[in-house]
Antibody, heavy 120, light 106 residues
C-alpha cells in the first residue's frame, strides 16, 4: 500500500528557513519521481518542483527563484524540500506526490500535506 | 505554458452530464492530467495522458483532447463528484496547473 507522509511544517518568520520531509512506503522509492506541490489558503494548486528517479531536478523558478532545494535519500525513502528566505507568499499546504513514467509523470499518490505559515 | 479552465465554476444536479475544458497556451501533445480535489483533502488523479483513466477511477469520468484543447467529461454526476477539478500539463517545465473548475450542487 503506497503511503506518503509529509512533516516539518509550522510557523516561521519572514526571512526564515524550514525543511520539509516526505516519508514514503509501500513502493520502490528509488524507481519513482516525486513532486512538491503547494496550495495557498483558498487558492489553487501550484507546482513547486520535481526530482526524477535519476536525480534530475526541475523547479518552478518563477515562484521559488533559487530559494528552494529539492533532494532525496533513497536509503531512507525520504524526499526533502529545503526552503530559505521565506515570505508570506510561501504560506501554503505543501504536498508531496509520486510520479512515474507509467502515469506520464502525473501524481498518482499524494500525501496529506503539511502546513507552512510564514508570519511575524 | 499557461493553462486556462472553463468555466471557473458551475452548478449541476445529480445525474447531469458535465464537461469541463482546459486550454493550453501552446501545444502540449497529450501530456495533460486531470485531478479532483475535495475541501481539506489532497488532489486525486483521475486522468493522465489526456484520456487514460487512472486505475480505480469510475468509468463515468473520461478525458479527451490533444495539443491545446482538452475536456474532462463526467457522464452522470454523482453526489461524491462535487469538488474542484484541476488540469495539469506535464509536457514541459514547469509542470503548471490550471486555476480549477468548482462543481457544486444546483
Amino acid at each position: 500500500q503506497v503511503h506518503l507522509v509529509e512533516s516539518g511544517g509550522g510557523v516561521v518568520q519572514p526571512g526564515g528557513s524550514l525543511r520539509l520531509f516526505c516519508e514514503a512506503s509501500g513502493f520502490s522509492f528509488r524507481n519513482y519521481a516525486l513532486h512538491w506541490v503547494r496550495q495557498a489558503p483558498g487558492k489553487g494548486l501550484e507546482w513547486v518542483g520535481f526530482i526524477r528517479y535519476d536525480g534530475r531536478i526541475e523547479y518552478n523558478t518563477d515562484s521559488v527563484r533559487g530559494r528552494f532545494t529539492i533532494s532525496r535519500d533513497n536509503s531512507k525513502n525520504t524526499l526533502y524540500l529545503e526552503m530559505n528566505t521565506l515570505t508570506e507568499l510561501d504560506t501554503a499546504v505543501y504536498y508531496c506526490a509520486r510520479g512515474g513514467s507509467n502515469t506520464w509523470w502525473a501524481g498518482d499518490y499524494w500525501g496529506q500535506g503539511t502546513l507552512v505559515t510564514v508570519s511575524s | 505554458i499557461q493553462l486556462t479552465q472553463s468555466p471557473s465554476s458551475l452548478s449541476a444536479s445529480v445525474g447531469d452530464r458535465v464537461t469541463l475544458t482546459c486550454r493550453a497556451s501552446t501545444g502540449i501533445s497529450s501530456h495533460l492530467a486531470w485531478y479532483q480535489q475535495k475541501p481539506g483533502k489532497a488532489p486525486k488523479l483521475l486522468i493522465y495522458g489526456a484520456s487514460i483513466l487512472q486505475s480505480g477511477v469510475p468509468s463515468s469520468f473520461s478525458g479527451s483532447g490533444f495539443g491545446t484543447e482538452f475536456t474532462l467529461t463526467i457522464s452522470s454526476l454523482q453526489p461524491e463528484d462535487f469538488a474542484t477539478y484541476y488540469c495539469q500539463q506535464l509536457n514541459s517545465y514547469p509542470f503548471t496547473f490550471g486555476p480549477g473548475t468548482k462543481v457544486d450542487i444546483k
